[in-house]
């Protein structure tokens, strides 16, 4: 089999080596893919993410058996759609699937009809209403721009002038659609699950990420800076919840309103005093917990593809190990940052992601917020912990930072 995967992220490396492992799969490619990803796909950055058409020939032309989108952006633009429209196979949803991550009303509607549980919201669309309502609603309170943000979207305001500086940060102009959602408290984790239409199955291992910048979840939210997996403060029961609260009646709301979801749906729900409830829910594998998952997955990835293309059960196996992933971002990410510094020392064998390098003669220099994770494994996760942060360690570079703490909830 030929297998294309779309996207230049840590996801998109982790998804290419984990396919090039399938006994199943004779050739990985990868458009537009980083120069990193060269030991597990032969790369095309001569095409852009966002040229279609030429995705499209290039499947053609090869013969491609499936092509895997990574990142929300190309599933919101209909790549899915046009991809199977020429008789590809695809592992992602359609643009209108897409939507309960790129419209965070889409979601919040879909769930407030069919009782799904997630935080109470409110949705206006102009800067005076907005304001209007921050002078009496409940505190904290949640302010969401609608549409996508890779996970920077969102300000949770303690105080009411808090409250109007972030209407006016997620809102400079007067019109344009901002959600408030009450305010959610408990420990989030991510629960990937794979779709095909009514057919749910989730991962039975959860993973938790960090998004925010700084140590112990200060400062701003970011793409994520680290994740591991599995979580063991996180119970089978609340996993068994999660699937039959959210899970499967997402996938059936999806099916009834029409909308045929054929690939993974990323839950992230946060664990409050009654239960599991949706933060956010993506199309896509989450990032960093995919490089995570897919580290810890035993099994065949691109077996269970095909298991679920024709709805057959899904046996996952795992390994015994614990993993925990590590983000090495450029220093004012996620902020203005920059580029061009040697980053050097780690190997491409194993162990490391890459999302934001790219070769400068014969070295690496940085190219993006999010750099490199540096992956650990373990038999817990703190011995797993200990092998990431010495995989960190390895690493040389004047301009990179990363979080100290990551997977210390798991760690008593
Ligand atoms: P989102 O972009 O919707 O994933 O939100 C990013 C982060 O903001 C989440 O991972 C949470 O940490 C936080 N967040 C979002 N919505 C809520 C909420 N309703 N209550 C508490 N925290 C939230
Ligand atoms: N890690 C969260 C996300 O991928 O959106």
């Known amino acids: 089999m030929k297998v294309l995967v779309i996207g230049a992220g840590g996801r998109e490396h982790a998804l290419a080596s984990k396919i090039n492992q399938s006994s199943l799969v004779e050739k990985v490619y990868a458009i537009p893919g980083n120069e990193a990803m060269v030991k597990v796909a032969e790369i095309h950055n001569e095409i852009a993410e966002s040229n279609h058409q030429e995705i499209i020939n290039f499947a053609k032309n090869k013969n491609i058996d499936w092509v895997i989108i990574g990142p929300e952006q190309p599933l919101i633009d209909g790549l899915g ?22 419209s965070k009303l889409f979601a ?60 006016k ?56 800076m680290g994740a591991y997996c599995p979580v063991p403060h996180i119970s089978e029961n609340v996993l068994r919840q999660t699937n039959e609260r959210i899970a499967q009646p997402i996938a059936q709301a999806m099916s009834k309103e029409g909308h045929h979801f054929f690939g993974l749906l990323y839950i992230g729900a946060i664990l409050t005093k009654e239960g599991p409830k949706v933060i956010e829910f993506n199309a896509r594998f989450g990032d960093p917990e995919a490089q995570v998952i897919l580290t810890r997955l035993d099994s065949d990835l691109m077996q269970h593809i095909i298991d679920l293309e024709e709805r057959e059960p ?4 795992w390994k015994e190990e614990a993993v925990v992933g590590v983000m090495l971002a450029s220093k004012g990410y996620p902020g203005a940052y920059d580029k061009g510094y040697k980053v050097s020392g780690f190997d491409l064998d194993s162990h490391y992601f890459v999302s934001g390098l790219k070769k400068d003669e014969d070295h ?5 917020g999010r750099v490199i994770l540096a992956i650990g494994e373990g038999a817990t996760v703190k011995d797993a912990q200990v092998a990431a942060y010495n995989n960190v360690d390895k690493i040389e570079s004047d301009n990179l930072f990363y979080r100290k703490d990551i997977g210390n909830k798991a760690i008593k």
Do not use: W
């Not at 008789?87 to 992602?92: A, E, I, L, Q």
């Not at 984790?189 to 794979?194: G, H, N, R, Y």
């Not at 899904?314 to 196996?317: A, E, L, R, S, V």
């Not at 690496?364 to 993006?368: H, I, Y």
């Open 81 to 102: 759609d046009l991809l199977r429209q020429q008789g590809v196979k695809v592992f992602g949803p359609g643009q209108d699937v897409a939507q309960i991550e790129g």
């Open 108 to 167: 919040k509607q879909l769930m407030e009809k069919y009782d799904i549980p997630t935080a109470d919201y409110r949705e206006v669309s102009n800067q005076s209403d907005a304001l209007k309502y921050v002078e009496t609603c409940e505190l904290p309170v949640v302010i969401k721009k609608d549409g996508l943000a890779a996970g920077k979207g969102v300000i949770i305001a303690k105080t009411r002038d808090e409250a109007i500086e972030g209407v």
């Open 364 to 368: 690496f220099v940085n190219a993006g």
């Open 169 to 224: 940060a997620v809102y400079p102009e007067e019109q344009g659609r901002v959600v408030f959602e009450s305010f959610l408290e408990g420990e989030e984790f991510s629960l990937m699950t794979f779709v095909n239409g009514d057919y749910a199955v989730p991962f039975d291992c959860i993973a938790q990420d960090h998004k925010r910048a700084y140590d112990n979840d200060e400062g701003p939210n970011t793409g994520g």
């Open 314 to 317: 899904i046996d996952f196996k």
